[in-house]
């Protein structure tokens, strides 16, 4: 899983190529919405890339909230510029001379869960441009995160497939789910089941879950799946 909190972020590259001079311990730098500069460390740990010493105060001075996504861009080796926006896409104004703003908001947020992924058509080259995506979570609960760009037969079909790879915590035999669309206060019961290649499937409320919120073919769709009040809920959100 990708879990992180307040003071680092942990992340694996599943599908990201990393040079091998990262997968050690090195001072990165990050361009933010305000244009200013920051320094982190980042460094492996158990198969997974960790950034720290200086990602809380990135968060702090920049004013990152629950919920926004961030679209980090390599620019250099060793630099990243990052984009804040909100869950539905729209790009944060920058904050004003953050550094020095006594406004800003101070807060201890634990995001429960970091999640990176590609953004279509990423650059895997060192030599060029490549991008990641992120989405911080806050919660106490176990949460699987993964993001998809919808197609065609999830959106005209009764059932929903799910990719092996993002089912760790799912329950292993059939169960009730909770289906929610961000913002509204409607839940659409389905059932989720995994199947004998350890994928999984979403049925039995889909359908209408669908219709009733607008999914379309090719957008991209973030899936938060967490365990409420002793059961299993997905809420997806639009980018």
């Known amino acids: 899983m990708f879990v992180g909190n307040v003071w680092e972020m942990v992340f694996h590259p599943r599908g990201y190529t990393i040079e091998p001079e990262v997968l050690s311990k090195h001072w990165f730098s990050i361009?933010?919405?305000?244009?200013?500069?920051?320094?982190?460390?980042m460094e492996?740990?158990?198969d997974s890339l960790v950034?720290?010493?200086?990602?809380?105060?990135?968060?702090?001075?920049?004013?990152?909230s629950q919920g926004d996504i961030g679209l980090f861009t390599r620019t250099e080796s060793m630099a990243f510029s990052l984009t804040i926006m909100t869950r539905?896409?729209?790009?944060?104004?920058?904050?004003?001379?953050?550094?020095?703003n006594t406004n800003k908001r101070r807060r201890v947020v634990q995001w429960a869960e970091v999640k990176f992924f590609h953004g279509k058509g990423v650059k895997r080259t060192p030599k060029l441009v490549s991008t990641l995506y992120s989405?911080?979570?806050?919660?106490?609960?176990?949460?699987?995160?993964?993001a998809a760009h919808m197609k065609q037969s999830a959106v005209e079909n009764r059932t929903l497939l799910l990719a092996r790879d993002v089912l760790a915590k799912l329950p292993a035999g059939p169960a009730k789910i909770g289906?929610?669309?961000?913002?509204?206060?409607?839940?659409?019961?389905?059932?989720?089941q995994k199947r004998e290649d350890q994928s999984a499937k979403i049925n039995g409320g889909w359908l209408d879950f669908v219709r009733a919120n607008g999914i379309k073919i090719g957008f991209l769709y973030v899936f938060k799946f967490e365990i409420c009040d002793g059961g299993w809920q997905v809420t997806v959100y639009e980018v």
């Not at 720290?52 to 702090?60: E, F, H, I, S, Y």
Request: hydrophobic share 40%; glycine share 8%; aromatic share 12%.
């Open 88 to 100: 539905g896409g729209l790009q944060k104004s920058p904050t004003p001379n953050p550094l020095t």
């Open 31 to 41: 361009t933010a919405p305000s244009g200013s500069l920051y320094r982190v460390w």
């Open 135 to 146: 989405i911080w979570v806050s919660s106490r609960h176990p949460i699987v995160l993964f």
């Open 44 to 46: 492996s740990y158990m």
């Open 179 to 192: 289906l929610v669309f961000d913002g509204s206060s409607l839940i659409y019961s389905g059932n989720i």
């Open 51 to 64: 950034i720290r010493n200086g990602w809380a105060d990135l968060m702090d001075n920049e004013c990152v």
